[in-house]
């Protein structure tokens, strides 16, 4: 069991956008930074926001981060077949000292 | 262009010992805190430990605190793992990361570079 809660699947079809939500608590979403990852399972994740908000250079404006009390979302704008894959929520726990993560979430482009 | 790379991944039977490396390279090694992160078959990610620049500061996730070390050698750009009392829940692919703009382990702004993980397999 995850100490972050994402869904366990999203799908749109392309050209759309979708919301991918991260439930945490007081002790890290509230409290720190949240960044996202994208992994094909069995390949390195990729940084795709950091600092909650920000974005690495050279990664599309279509990815966006918010943030608000326990909860953090990650918005895809413009879906394309290649956005297919799992999306995870990461941030740092102040309770447990250590990083925690959501359970990731599949994204299926239609 | 910064790159990890893992090793030492195999198959150990229960209560056997394995150790990872990961070797850095594209950016100055000893700036940084450094993560080994894993994730089993069928599950999403999960956090081992993390050790910040010089090694000072380490932590562990409680599943594995006793068991795993997390050591580093700046000088040859290397991170390790060294795991005792390996279980059949050890089995995953481990990963190690990057902090993205900290020394610390603990800097929450996110994990800038992963690489493509060993995997490790504990069974009889």
């Known amino acids: 069991q995850s100490v972050l809660t994402q869904p366990p699947s999203v799908s749109a079809a392309p050209g759309q956008k979708v919301t991918i939500s991260c439930s945490g608590g007081?002790?890290?979403?509230?409290?720190?930074?949240v960044s996202w990852y994208r992994q094909v399972p069995g390949t390195a994740p990729k940084l795709l926001i950091y600092?909650?908000?920000k974005r690495p250079s050279g990664l599309p404006h279509r990815f966006s981060g918010s943030q608000s009390g326990t909860s953090a979302s990650l918005g895809i704008t413009g879906l394309q077949p290649g956005d297919e894959a799992e999306y995870f929520c990461?941030?740092?726990?102040?309770?447990?000292?250590?990083?925690?993560f959501g359970g990731g979430t599949k994204l299926t482009v239609l | 262009e910064m790159q990890l790379v893992e090793s030492g991944g195999g198959l150990v039977q229960p209560g056997r010992s394995l150790r990872l490396s990961c070797e850095a390279s594209?950016?100055?090694?000893?700036?940084?805190?450094m993560q080994w992160v894993r994730r089993a078959p069928g599950k999403g990610l999960e956090w081992v430990s993390g050790?910040?620049?010089?090694?000072?500061?380490?932590g562990y996730a409680d599943s594995v605190k006793g068991r795993f070390t997390i050591s580093r050698d700046n000088a040859n750009n290397q991170l390790y793992l060294e795991m005792n009392s390996l279980r059949p829940e050890d089995t995953a692919l481990y990963h190690c990361?990057?902090?993205?703009?900290?020394?610390?382990?603990?800097?929450?702004?996110?994990?800038?570079?992963w690489g493509p993980g060993t995997l490790v397999t504990v069974s009889s």
């Open positions: 007081s002790s890290n979403v509230a409290r720190n930074y």
């Open positions: 990361a990057k902090v993205l703009d900290s020394g610390s382990y603990w800097d929450s702004s996110g994990l800038d570079q």
């Open positions: 600092d909650t908000y």
């Open positions: 594209g950016f100055t090694f000893d700036d940084y805190g």
């Open positions: 050790i910040g620049w010089n090694g000072g500061s380490r």
């Open positions: 990461g941030t740092w726990d102040s309770t447990l000292n250590g990083w925690v």
